[in-house]
């Protein structure tokens, strides 16, 4: 067991289904520590058979997977990954509080009795805090909105203190405010040197956390820094006739007229400007003052956003 | 003799008919509860004097009804609702049988005997069986919306609620017929097995219709007329027949199935290399 | 007056065959409300109904064949639960249909042996059990399986609510959720053959679900779910016997009605406190 590897790493991990699809082929991605890499593609790509993989949940044809230098059970016994699920399969009735809930984050540290220390409540405390449910610690899950229900998944995650941190589209169906909440969180973590891998098909928020974007169709096609890797020629590889372009000439944006722009995109962003092949990224207060910073002369704005 | 066993067969091809529907919309363990929550209905029906036939249909329907009415009021689950449901009826029905002293056996009334049927109980399958088909006669299409998807039946302008009532009636009334031939334990399988081996052998239903009742008509005739040498235990005799009627189709299905899925998987070649990575 | 009313309340426990029944129908009703709880949470409430039923060929075949009766049902049990999965691994229909494929069909090879093979067994007492009858082998098995499955409980509660509430969760804490699926269903098998010579299948099949719903209609956490689930559980016991002793009525089917009742009270005391509660807030 080596202890002195700090990344994760996937090598040439092909799964094929009992029904004979072939979900991933070859894919190959490492993701070093302190960093937050984003798992790019369109639905049916193999991103959640990726995660299924280095959970333990389906076992690759062939490959090998490495979490911090073990295998996927070993790592799965020492607590080294965590898993916030996209929440779909839970039966809301089931008699749990909010605090039982991240209390379960905990499980793998305690005895057979699963008997919790102080610790363990300090700390189901301190996720609960984090994702700022303190006050809804004592309600059954069930009556939480989708958002906080998010949250507490993630509270639960962050209760089990893992290396390794995978998000499954935590995204979906929560609003802008917690969505920028989680961010927070996110790249709080990755300073202190956790790896996090997000699964995500909402690319307007891709290049404002993440460090590291991996394409994935049936394989990964690329992966490696954001600045490089996130462009419109790969976001096109990867999301084929899905992506749609929208290109400004000078005569629809000129600096001098003062004139301003706003796109209305539907994943709840105000917009988005790009300069030099670059995406940026701002909210409605700040895109008058970068409208009228940008040089007529550089390549133009490209907006690509996914579209279903 | 010869009427009891082919009236045998008529309560199997109603409840093989009815099993197809039953299937489709998930109803199976409903019937289970069904065919039990009818008990105190004859108990009830013998002390008050009238015809068992109604008095277990009335409280089948009764049954029914009250796990419409939960499901919709709680969260519990719908087999935990089935199983309070029939478990109290049930036991009511037991209560009043050991506390008022009835000529009723409770064994017949749970393990049914084809020796114990008499004449009127022929009349009583015979009105039951006819008011059954005649309704499936002019509903059949709908209802057979209705199980398949409800959701879609309401936006058609179906009345769901009326269908929905009527699919429980007309579970109640064949339970309450294939009582007198199987008992109250077995009617259940009457209603589930030959409608499960039809599927497993078609996937068209009016195919499955004709498979599913053609099965349920040869193992109650057969079964009724062997269960003769078994001391009565006829339920017993027309279900085994069917599990095993069962047991075959899964196998044969499953050899299908096997070889049409290695066809599958030979021609789907996915070649690697326009998937690989590049980096 | 007061003296004799006294005497008469305390009549049941002058008998030891009362005593008996009391002692084993508490313990017996003390597990299975506490299984209740989670069979009912993942939507496997007629387990009871479907295990009671297929342990029945089982049964007649051990008696058949001199061997202890509670090792044939319990084969025919676990016969059932491999018939179910070997049909679900082959055919693409519902598990519900699949489940009363397997028990009816287990359950009329019984009724057909039962009534070839001679035996003194009384159908009945299967049926309806024979708490008032019970020997004394079988109340002494009966007992110390119900203390090892309550040993299981006191160990694995917490990690059972995590499997069934989050079974993707649990294992990827490394948790063998198959162990404690198993686990379950086979301690359910035992328990429910143990409690089928006491109590009789209805009551059994009874007795893993009502407390149980009771316990969730009531409770939000799970904790407080097996607390309540256990005392209906156990009260509906004691008063179903004692009512049924001095009413002449089975016991079982005493039991299953008591059962009931203190759901639909304790439920609508519930809903009556909220819609009071609601009113004035």
Redesign the interface.
């Known amino acids: 067991m080596n202890g002195h590897i700090t990344e994760v790493e996937f090598y040439n991990i092909s799964v094929i289904y009992n029904n004979g699809t072939h979900a991933l082929v070859n894919a190959s991605l490492r993701v070093p520590s302190g960093t937050i890499c984003a798992l790019v593609g369109a639905n049916g790509s193999g991103k959640s058979t990726l995660f299924k993989a280095a959970l333990g949940l389906v076992t690759p044809h062939s490959g090998r997977i490495s979490l911090l230098g073990r295998r996927v059970q070993e790592a799965l016994k020492e607590g080294l990954v965590s898993y916030v699920p996209q929440a779909e399969e839970i039966d809301w009735n089931f008699p749990v509080l909010v605090e039982d809930v991240v209390l379960m984050g905990r499980y793998a540290k305690m005895n057979m009795l699963k008997i919790p220390s102080t610790k363990d409540l300090q700390v189901v405390k301190e996720s609960l805090a984090k994702v700022e449910l303190q006050h809804l610690a004592k309600r059954q899950i069930g009556e939480l909105s989708g958002g906080q229900k998010k949250r507490v998944f993630l509270a639960r995650s962050l209760a089990q203190e893992a290396k390794i941190i995978l998000l499954d589209e935590p995204f979906t169906g929560v609003d802008v405010n917690t969505e920028l909440k989680i961010i927070e969180l996110l790249k709080d973590l990755r300073n202190k040197g956790h790896i996090i891998i997000v699964s995500t098909h909402n690319l307007g928020s891709v290049p404002e956390f993440c460090d590291e974007v991996a394409l994935v169709k049936n394989s990964i096609l690329k992966y490696g820094k954001t600045e490089e890797i996130f462009n419109e020629k790969n976001l096109a590889l990867t999301f084929g006739d899905a992506l749609r372009h929208f290109r400004f000439e000078h005569s629809t944006v000129d600096n001098q007229d003062g004139k301003s722009i706003m796109l209305i995109t539907d994943d709840e962003r105000p917009l988005v400007l790009g300069r030099g092949g670059h995406l940026e990224y701002s909210d409605t207060k700040g895109k008058e003052h970068l409208l009228k910073d940008r040089h007529p002369t550089n390549e133009d704005n490209n907006d690509s956003k996914n579209k279903k | 003799m010869i009427r009891a066993i082919l009236m045998t067969g008529l309560i199997g091809i109603t409840c093989a008919f009815l099993s197809c529907f039953i299937t489709l919309k998930g109803w199976s363990l409903m019937g289970d509860a069904l065919s039990h929550s009818v008990v105190p209905g004859v108990a009830l029906a013998y002390y008050l004097k009238f015809p068992f036939s109604i008095g277990a249909f009335l409280t089948g329907l009764l049954a029914a009804l009250s796990m419409s009415l939960i499901k919709v009021k709680s969260k519990l689950k719908e087999d935990a609702i089935i199983g309070i449901v029939f478990t109290t009826f049930l036991a009511i029905g037991i209560f009043l049988l050991s506390i008022f002293p009835s000529q009723i056996q409770i064994q017949t009334i749970v393990l049914g005997n084809v020796l114990s049927i008499s004449d009127m109980d022929i009349q009583q399958v015979l009105i039951i069986s006819s008011i059954t088909f005649c309704f499936f006669l002019f509903q059949w299409k709908n209802l057979l919306v209705f199980c398949f998807d409800p959701i879609f039946a309401r936006t058609v302008g179906l009345n769901t609620i009326f269908l929905h009532v009527l699919l429980l009636a007309l579970l109640s009334a064949t339970a309450v017929a294939a009582l007198k031939a199987v008992g109250a334990c077995l009617v259940v399988a009457m209603l589930i097995t030959p409608g499960a081996t039809a599927y497993l052998l078609t996937k068209q239903f009016s195919k499955m219709l004709f498979i599913s009742t053609t099965l349920g008509f040869f193992s109650s005739v057969f079964g009724a007329y062997f269960s003769f040498f078994f001391d009565g235990a006829t339920g017993g005799c027309i279900v085994l027949l069917q599990s095993c009627f069962f047991i075959i189709a899964l196998y044969y299905s499953s050899h299908k199935n096997k070889k049409s899925q290695k066809i599958i998987l030979e021609n789907s070649n996915i070649s690697s290399e326009s998937l690989g990575p590049t980096l | 007056m007061n003296i004799s009313f006294l005497d008469s309340l305390l009549l049941p426990f002058q008998f030891e065959f009362m005593t008996d029944a009391f002692i084993l129908g508490m313990c017996i009703s003390l597990l299975c409300s506490l299984f209740s709880c989670f069979l ?2 993942k ?4 387990i ?2 479907a295990l009671s ?1 297929s342990v029945l060929p089982g049964i007649i075949i051990a008696h058949a064949l001199k061997i202890p009766l509670t090792i044939g049902a319990f084969a025919s049990g676990i016969f059932s639960i491999y018939a179910t999965k070997h ?1 679900r691994d ?2 693409s ?2 598990d ?6 397997v028990f ?2 287990l ?6 042996l ?3 093979i001679p035996t003194d067994l009384h ?2 007492h299967i ?2 059990g024979n708490i008032l009858g019970i020997e004394r082998t079988d109340f002494w098995e009966a007992l110390i399986i119900c203390f090892f499955c309550f040993l299981f409980f006191i ?1 694995y509660f ?2 059972l ?2 499997c ?3 079974e ?2 649990a ?5 063998n959720t198959s162990f404690f699926r198993y686990a379950l269903l086979v301690l359910v098998a035992l328990l429910i053959i143990t409690s089928i010579k006491a109590l009789g299948i ?1 009551l059994v ?2 007795l ?3 407390p ?2 009771t316990g ?2 009531l ?4 904790g ?2 097996l607390f309540v689930s256990a005392i209906v559980g156990v009260l509906a016991c004691l008063l179903g016997i004692y009512i049924s002793f001095f ?4 016991p ?3 039991i ?2 008591v059962q ?1 009742s203190l ?1 639909v009270i304790l439920v609508g005391i519930g809903k009556l406190k909220k819609l009071i509660s609601n009113s004035i807030g």
Do not use: E, N, P, Y
């Open positions: 009912i949470l939507g496997q409430s007629l009871g109904d039923h049909i082959r055919s229909l519902k519900d249909t699949i489940l009363g494929v009816t069909g359950f009329a090879l019984g009724l057909v039962f009534a070839k159908l009945d049926l309806f160990f917490r990690s609510t995590i069934h509430f989050d993707v969760f294992r990827t804490i490394g948790m209805l099949i009874a893993l679900i009502t149980g719903c969730h209609l409770t939000k956490k799970m407080h779910m009413i002449d009525a089975s079982s089917a005493s299953v009605l009931t759901l």
